[in-house]
């Protein structure tokens, strides 16, 4: 019987058998597979944007909202208050408003102001009226001690004279030294002898 021929392989056939296997295309992947690949990131997209943005705002952006409007609100600026109105001085000595009650300080002891004295006129039936301010002055340097002394007084004398004048009377030449001369006889009469010599008057003025 023959022997059969054994097969032997040269290397230049083993390298052409590599090349071949090499060259070979490799076995194409499922469908499936490939399919669900790629539709998995649009998914991941879809699914997870709203929750991430839920926990951007819910954890980032309304906290710093929160932090910022209470920032404002504590430093908004508290509303003004009006100052306390300053307390009025007290009264000086020496001084006296028929109307107002308005006082002025007497440097000298021998003087008194009436300041701001408002009287209607006769026969005009209220509807004019002179105010004005004088300075009392004598050689006694008790004269302002006795002037507040009799205030309540003094004071109704100078109304009473102030209040007689017309209009008429006060438009003549010479009105104020009238007035004076009268003012004068009366605060000496009342207080029973001779206190006051001279008025002054700082303010006269007929409306």
Do not use: C
Request: hydrophobic share 50%; aromatic share 6%.
């Amino acid at each position: 019987m023959a022997t059969p021929a054994k097969n032997e392989s040269t290397p230049a056939a083993a390298t052409a058998a590599a090349a071949a296997a090499a060259a070979a295309p490799a076995p194409a992947a499922p469908a499936g597979r490939s399919l669900l690949g790629t539709l998995l990131p649009v998914v991941l997209v879809v699914v997870l944007a709203p929750a991430v943005s839920w926990l951007v705002m819910q954890y980032v952006m309304l906290p710093q909202l929160e932090k910022r409007l209470g920032a404002a609100a504590s430093g908004a600026p508290a509303a003004a208050q009006e100052p306390a109105p300053a307390p009025a001085p007290a009264p000086a000595k020496g001084g006296h408003g028929a109307k107002k009650g308005e006082t002025a300080v007497v440097s000298a002891p021998n003087t008194y102001e009436f300041s701001n004295v408002i009287v209607n006129l006769a026969g005009t039936m209220g509807t004019r009226y002179l105010k004005t301010t004088f300075l009392v002055t004598g050689s006694d340097q008790k004269l302002n001690d006795t002037f507040v002394a009799n205030k309540a007084k003094l004071v109704d004398i100078t109304l009473n004279v102030l209040s007689s004048l017309t209009l008429a009377e006060l438009e003549e030449a010479g009105a104020k030294n009238i007035i004076r001369e009268k003012l004068v006889n009366a605060y000496n009469q009342a207080l029973g002898h001779k206190v006051v010599e001279q008025i002054y008057f700082s303010d006269f003025v007929v409306q």
